[in-house]
């Protein structure tokens, strides 16, 4: 099949090498000359151009594009997608991407794939970034069985799991998952970094381990994309922080109060309970 | 040398492996009879007992027990070292440990190697679980320059990193760096799986990904572990908890004020002071 991506960072340089590993035709699209010349040198994908055009002859298009540009699409790239084309997103949220774009392109439908790296850009893509990820699909009743037949099957070819959902709980969902580990992890890093002893910081710096190194990894994340998530998802992510708040003030009455038996029932049940979630 | 390791869980069980691998002579002391037959089958220690005597021929011994068991020794423990023998613990707070061990024996030097898993118990030691740690070292002035040699000579040949601190400036250091993540790893844990939406809990339990996984991990560690660091860092971890509340506050009102300029510059700040610790 021949295959579009617009734009080949992260998500979408790894999907222009997974589908070619899988023998399509892919036809990527870049934003710049010197981010074409490195995606060719990569092989992101078999084509490679500026220009939108390489799009005419694609029966799929997947937008790769920062959340920014999906909520906020130019004319020509609407105007390079084929009528015939069923057209997806990667975004990571899908309300206001779904809204633009089922009023767009009558064979769009919105997905997520939950996988990636700290890294963007068009040096950031891998081949096997979506090894046995889960891949979100968010139909509504305004999506046609085509577009939600054909992107279902590519999906299992990439031996990703579907997952369907609403936009709306997608977002919400994710606010509290994917979203709120970013200003957790970088309230974290601005709390080991920030103070008036400076060797006391210098220690910080230097005994930060592993636990720091995970905790904080999506708070040190791409900027871009944590701001295109609040501007985009702003009140679930605010209910989100609220809820974290509330557990956290609890952690520290429980501290304060010396409620040791307690605190450790807590953890023993956060303990459990993460196990639920991997 | 002849090495005497008083508990085989995570670090007493690697350390064991690690310094038979430099063929060191290591004596293992396990709590009960069933953990001294999974040590044994693992080879955690060349020699293994529940008795606390097979340490007399030893010239170092490493105390790998829980904190409470280090603020707390018994008297056996006591009784059973060698007045000759260095001796260390690998307890992650110094000062209480260090206090009380400094009046117990005259060679005792406080050690935290900075490595860990969420594992816990005589199965959860592996062999490479210090590569490229860091290792910290607390003397104090009453620290003999033979144990500091000694030890430093061990850990260097562990090919661990040394970094020596004061007692007092270690736990106000990893207060944040390293206890801190748990509250909010738990907390996140809690955010995500309390909520009066099942549906919607369900989702979340399906998508969580690696960015939850990352930000939780040490928020699903070892429950007794976050209880004695709790309960013997008490005010250092307060003071952190505190710290970390004010900046996701700051986080929050930029969010709610959608001063997106502000927040682009804090993330990128974040981001950019992340690469510094790691």
């Known amino acids: 099949m021949n295959i579009g991506i617009v734009g080949l ?30 995606a060719s040198k990569r ?20 937008l790769a594009l920062p959340i920014k540009d999906l909520v906020n699409p130019s004319p020509e790239l609407i105007a390079a997608i084929p009528d015939t084309a069923i057209v997806t997103d990667v975004g990571s949220i899908k309300t206001p991407i779904v809204n633009i774009w089922e009023k767009i392109h009558p064979l769009f439908i919105g997905s997520h794939p939950m996988a990636g790296t700290e890294k963007k850009g068009v040096k950031a893509g891998y081949l096997n970034l979506f090894d046995n990820a889960k891949w979100i699909l968010t139909p509504t009743k305004n999506t046609s069985k085509k577009s939600i037949d054909l992107l279902s099957k590519l999906i299992i070819a990439m031996k990703c799991k579907i997952c369907e959902t609403t936009p709306n709980n997608h977002d919400r969902a994710v606010s509290v998952i994917s979203h709120l580990p970013i200003f957790i992890g970088a309230s974290l890093i601005k709390s080991a970094s920030e103070g008036e002893n400076q060797s006391l910081l210098n220690l910080s710096y230097e005994l930060a381990s592993t636990g720091f190194a995970d905790t904080s990894r999506v708070g040190g994340g791409n900027p871009y994309l944590g701001l295109d998530l609040a501007r985009n998802n702003q009140q679930n992510i605010l209910e989100a922080i609220k809820m974290f708040k509330s557990h956290i003030n609890e952690f520290e009455k429980l501290i304060i109060e010396q409620k040791w038996e307690l605190l450790l029932e807590k953890l023993q049940h956060t303990k459990d309970t993460r196990n639920l979630f991997l």
């Open 9 to 38: 960072g992260l998500i979408g340089g790894s999907l222009g090498l997974k589908l070619q590993h899988l023998n399509h035709k892919v036809f990527g699209v870049t934003n710049s000359i010197s981010n074409k010349q490195i």
């Open 43 to 62: 092989k992101l994908a078999n084509f490679i151009s500026c220009d939108l055009n390489i799009l005419e002859k694609c029966s799929l298009v997947i």
